[in-house]
Structure formats: structure tokens, C-alpha cells
């Protein structure tokens, strides 16, 4: 965000915030949507929202429209890691309690390896791309991940089972387990720095 010196921290701050009031907003709302929508719905719809909106955010500089982008993508983010956690919880309970421990256990760091890769391959794009678009081509990447994660999550999720869903065990889990732990890799440029707005930014 360094185009134009007196405005990126300001603009950075308020962006973050924004990101960080969405996803408090979605981890509040989570549990009722799930429980009016379906889990496995909620997670579907979320993981598209959250893709969709870091590609979006490569779309414009223009921090009236960020902002916006940046809480959709808290509070899809949000969604996406709640849901994430209760199927993933599910799944591996209808096989053993050792099997949910080992699926949570991949399903939580997920957020946080998320957010490290975002920190190390955004200064890398920004060194090998012109000025004006690397911060651009950081959210394409980003937003890009987020889909293929979406992509490979929509068959384990339509084979898992609804939490609370009263029915009997069938004694094998349903869904793989990198399929219902890729909400977290959707932590893709959530909690990090947004890539840098050009100068048109306003």
C-alpha cells in the first residue's frame, strides 16, 4: 500500500478491521444459519463467498469498494471455519473418537498455515510483478486458491452427514478428510495485511 504515503496505514487499518468485524459478525450468526440452512449449505455457500470475494478484491482500488469486500470475506471466512469444524467433527466421530481428534487436529492449524503461506507469497509476487498490479495478482492467487479449495471440499460435503442430522451410524466416515478441512486453507489472506491498493485508491 505504499503508492501513496500518507493515506496505507490508514487504508490497511480500516481494511483489517473490516476483516476482523466481519468474521466476529459471521462466528455470531454461524450456528443460527446452520441451524435455518444446514450445515453443509452453510459451509457450500461460504466457501464461494470467500473466493469469490478475494477475486473481487483484485477488481478495484478503490477502498469505498474494499471494504465491503474485505467484511464479506470475515464474515464468509467465519462461516467456513465453524461449519468446516462441526462436519469434520461429525465425520470423524461416525468412525471413532480418534478419528475426530486426528480431523479436528488437521482441520484448526489449517487457519494459521493459511495465513503464514499469504506471508510469504505475497512479498514474493510483489517482487516479480510491476508495481501497479503485484498487489492485484496477490488476491487473483488467493482468490484462486480459495476456489480450487472449494472446488475439491463440494464432494466431501455433499458425502458428509448434517451434524445432529438423527440418524443412525453407518461405521465408516464419509467425506475425505483434506475435503472437509479445506475452510481453513480459505484463511488465504484473511488476518493478513491486504495486498496494496494502486494510487487510484480512494
Not at 12 to 29: M, Q
Not at 58 to 68: E, F, I, Q, R
Not at 114 to 133: C, N, Q, R
Amino acid at each position: 500500500m505504499g503508492a501513496e504515503p500518507h493515506r496505507p496505514f490508514a487504508v490497511a487499518a480500516v481494511l483489517s478491521r473490516a476483516n476482523a468485524f466481519g468474521y466476529l459478525a459471521g462466528a455470531l450468526i454461524a450456528a443460527r444459519t446452520a441451524r435455518s440452512w444446514g450445515t453443509r449449505q452453510v459451509l457450500l455457500r461460504s466457501l464461494g463467498a470467500t473466493g469469490g470475494s478475494l477475486l473481487m478484491t483484485a477488481g478495484t482500488g478503490k477502498a469505498l469498494v474494499l471494504v465491503p469486500l474485505r467484511a464479506v470475506a470475515g464474515i464468509a471466512g467465519a462461516g467456513c471455519f465453524t461449519t468446516g469444524a462441526g462436519l469434520v467433527a461429525e465425520t470423524g466421530r461416525a468412525v471413532s473418537l480418534r478419528r475426530a481428534r486426528a480431523l479436528i487436529g488437521i482441520c484448526f492449524p489449517g487457519r494459521g498455515a493459511g495465513i503464514a503461506a499469504s506471508g510469504l507469497v505475497i512479498p514474493w509476487l510483489w517482487s516479480v510483478t510491476p508495481a501497479p498490479a503485484g498487489w492485484r495478482w496477490g488476491w487473483v492467487v488467493l482468490g484462486g486458491l480459495g476456489l480450487i479449495a472449494f472446488g475439491l471440499a463440494v464432494p466431501a460435503v455433499r458425502a458428509s452427514r448434517e451434524p445432529n442430522a438423527h440418524h443412525p451410524r453407518t461405521g465408516n466416515g464419509t467425506g475425505s478428510a483434506f475435503g472437509l478441512s479445506s475452510p481453513p486453507v480459505l484463511s488465504l489472506g484473511q488476518g493478513t495485511s491486504p495486498p496494496r491498493p494502486s494510487s487510484s485508491a480512494s
